[in-house]
């Protein structure tokens, strides 16, 4: 993989499906890069260099099983730390302009959603917020996953209060933000840090 130093070059596919899947994992776990590290070039590069060095480890025990001791270090609350077994990118155009990035983990489905930003006219014509909900749990079904969680962005008003309001119809509930203050005693590695979900309301939901 070549050398790359801003995300706006990580999107670039780079002419054939190898490297464009690289662009679509890459992108997916940039997600979760806290934001004071997105504009720093040091920082950039050390975060490919963590992904790919850890996909070649996820790689690696997919094709060679072992079994991993237990680890006091694991935190079963943020699976979003590790790498998905298959990435996907979702688009919905009724509702949202941009793509929706995703991963997938043995038994959940991973959804970072994107800004709600269809045109108020569209929504109101042909669009229903329940609408693409169900339709993000039929993609888990078929994809055999048990359930979802979906990453709403803090600032996405729209997003957050759509599914505040469907949790009880669609058996939802609210998943805890990781515990910052507690990341030092449980990551050892300093490139652990630049990642985060606190920019993110998480809801679970079964598929």
């Known amino acids: 993989m070549d050398s790359r130093t801003g995300m706006r070059d990580i999107g670039k596919p780079g ?3 190898v490297q464009l899947y690289w662009d679509i994992i890459l992108l997916t776990e940039s997600k979760f890069l806290l934001p004071q590290y997105r504009q720093q070039q040091q920082s950039l590069k050390s975060f490919q260099k963590y992904v790919v060095d850890k996909m070649g480890v996820t790689l690696n025990r997919m094709v060679k099983p072992v079994k991993v001791p237990y680890s006091r270090t694991g935190n079963l609350n943020t699976p979003w730390r ?14 949202f ?8 983990d043995q038994f959940c489905f991973h959804v970072i959603l994107p800004q709600n930003n269809a045109s108020s006219a569209l929504r ?18 078929k994809l055999g996953m048990q359930s979802i969680r ?15 309001r469907n949790l009880n119809w669609i058996g939802g509930r609210l998943v805890p933000n990781e ?21 993110y309301i998480i809801l ?4």
């Not at 990453?151 to 759509?162: A, L």
């Not at 515990?179 to 920019?199: C, H, K, P, T, W």
């Not at 679970?204 to 598929?207: A, V």
């Open 124 to 141: 109101r014509g042909i669009s229903n917020d329940k609408e693409w909900l169900l339709s993000l749990l039929e993609l888990g079904d």
């Open 204 to 207: 679970e939901f079964e598929c």
């Open 15 to 17: 002419g054939n499906l």
């Open 179 to 199: 515990n910052r203050a507690g990341l030092m005693a449980q990551y050892s590695s300093v490139d652990d840090l630049i990642f985060g979900d606190e920019n």
């Open 97 to 104: 302009k941009d793509v929706i990035w995703c991963k997938c």
């Open 82 to 95: 590790q790498l998905g077994i298959k990435y996907l990118m979702v688009y919905l155009p009724l509702h």
């Open 150 to 164: 979906i990453y709403i962005g803090r600032d996405d008003f729209n997003g957050v209060s759509t599914f505040l």
